[in-house]
């Protein structure tokens, strides 16, 4: 399924820049929906991480974000990091 106009989604990654490494820590969200996972989660990171929010040309099929392959490809081709980050796993 395509994504249009009327049903976008974002995926979320917490990025540590002193480490360089990434995590997916949502995918398959609406604007409102990841906004809020910002506004309840920005207050918990380290000085020295951010969240970065992207957009998901289609739903991804992957239930758990931190597996899902195309969100971490998307981040590759798309998020413009330099160096390449090292995707890890949150433990939450």
Known sequence: ????DKESLKFVIAYDRS??????VAHNQTPEAAQSYLDQWSR??????SFVVIDQTKHHQTEDAQKCRAC??????SARFQPQP????RHE
């Open 1 to 4: 399924m395509n994504v249009t």
């Open 19 to 24: 480490r360089n490494e990434c995590a997916v």
């Open 44 to 49: 918990h990171l380290r000085p020295e991480c």
């Open 72 to 77: 971490r490809e998307t981040v590759v081709r």
């Open 86 to 89: 090292t995707f890890k796993r």
